[in-house]
């Protein structure tokens, strides 16, 4: 299901905290990067923090640079994004600034709490979601219904905790303020939990004043059959490297990348590689990886084209070659047209062999590009 794209926002002191434990709202930001994150906001469809921070902040939320409003309006969105907060509890204040500044704001609940804040005449729209909040079903609903591509998500720890957790942010922008908060009580930005295994990818350094900026981007490829943003990545990548083969009248151009369950890529390879007119992307990238390698249980194989079900060139076919390498998940943008092989089912062949095959179509065009030739 097609979600916005979520950018986790947040500011830390060097001794990791969001805030202290006073009554006053910490600053950690320098007014360059308050104005940096006002730039951020502007170009977002959508700006949503927890319950937890309106209780604690009672923040407005707004884009203060009236340039930036009017670029908006110009460009045909509404002034200000949309301001979404989440509670479970219903349990929040009528009279915070939040409801009463900026523009549409919509609050998802459950139904308990949508009860509890129809009550209390909360002006916005009340969008319960049963007896649990989903955060996968709220994303869903913000895009097809409230139309948000764009999400950025302002805190506090506890909403940030679970976005990352769940394998449901695509970005995370952390601005490391130069002051120490000391106390044990105050919160922090990632709670403790399930986090993906191995390393982030640090996309970007920016040093604010006295902040540095850092943007990250998760790695590790999702465990199922729905798509998470780090897919998304390597389907990229693996489409991209498409676009390196050397042009064939009598083979698909195809890209392919091994990522380990930790989000290390463990090698990558494209169709006709190394001067050899008939490999395929997958057989060269499986070639790089030692067949003794534990991790290859748990990776995933991403192929901007599906896995070949059967060929002339060699005694086994690409899905054959996954399968027997022990890989269970394999990501792909685009199902092998009848270009060459009549009826060819790379997926039907996986999935017999009991690996979990997931198909991307907003990546196809992409994939396609490089064959353009072949499949007009
Ligand atoms: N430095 C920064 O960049 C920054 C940014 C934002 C916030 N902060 C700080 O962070 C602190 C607040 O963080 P926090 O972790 O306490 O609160 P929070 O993450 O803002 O909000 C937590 C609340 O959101 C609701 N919620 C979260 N997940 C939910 C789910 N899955 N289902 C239903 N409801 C859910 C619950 O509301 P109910 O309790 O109503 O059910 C929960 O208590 C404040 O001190 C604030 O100043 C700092």
New binding site residues.
């Given amino acids: 299901m097609p979600r916005p794209y979520v950018l986790l ?4 002191s060097l001794d990791g905290y ?2 202290d434990t006073g009554p006053e ?2 600053l ?1 930001s320098s007014p360059a990067d308050f104005d940096r994150v006002d730039e951020v906001r502007a170009s977002v469809d959508a700006i949503l ?6 209780r ?2 009672n923040p407005r939320l707004l884009v203060n640079s009236p340039g930036r409003r009017a670029a908006r309006v110009a460009a045909g969105k509404p002034e200000y994004p949309l301001k979404v907060t ?7 204040d009528p009279d915070a600034v939040f409801w009463h500044t900026g523009g549409d704001k919509a609050v998802y ?2 139904d308990a ?1 949508a009860r509890r804040l129809r009550e209390a005449g909360i002006a916005a729209e009340v969008v319960p979601l049963g007896a ?2 989903d ?1 996968a079903r709220l994303l869903e609903h913000l895009h097809d219904v409230l139309g948000v591509r764009r999400l950025m998500v ?7 905790t ?1 976005l990352l957790q769940q394998r449901l942010a695509d970005e995370v922008q952390l601005v490391l303020a130069p002051l120490f908060v000391g106390d044990a009580k105050a ?1 922090r930005l990632f709670g403790p939990g399930e986090y993906q295994g191995g390393r982030l990818r640090l996309v970007e350094t920016r040093v604010i004043e006295d902040v540095v900026l850092m943007r990250y981007e998760p790695t590790a490829p999702g465990t199922g059959s729905l798509a998470v943003p780090a897919d998304r990545h390597w389907l990229r990548v693996a489409c991209e490297l498409a676009a390196q083969c050397p042009p064939s009248r009598t083979a698909f151009s195809v890209g392919a990348v091994v990522v380990a369950a930790d989000g290390t890529e463990l090698a990558r390879g494209h169709s006709r590689e190394a001067g050899d007119p008939v490999t395929h992307a997958e057989e060269a990238a499986l070639a790089k990886v030692d067949p003794a390698d534990a991790r290859l249980a748990g990776a995933t194989v991403y192929s901007s084209l599906e896995p070949c079900a059967r060929r002339a060139s060699r005694p086994r076919p690409c899905a054959r070659l996954i399968l027997d390498a022990g890989v269970r998940r394999v990501v792909t943008a685009w199902r092998e047209p009848d270009t060459f092989v009549q009826g060819a089912d790379g997926t039907g062949v996986l999935a017999a062999g009991g690996a979990e095959v997931v198909v991307v179509p907003e990546f196809e065009e992409a994939a396609k590009e490089p064959n353009r030739h072949l499949v007009g």
């Fill in positions: 926002s947040a500011a830390v969001l805030d709202r910490l950690l923090v927890g319950a937890g921070t309106l604690a902040d989440v509670s479970a509890s219903g349990e929040l609940t459950t709490g649990a909040l955060w302002e805190g506090g720890g506890t909403v940030h679970q919160p």
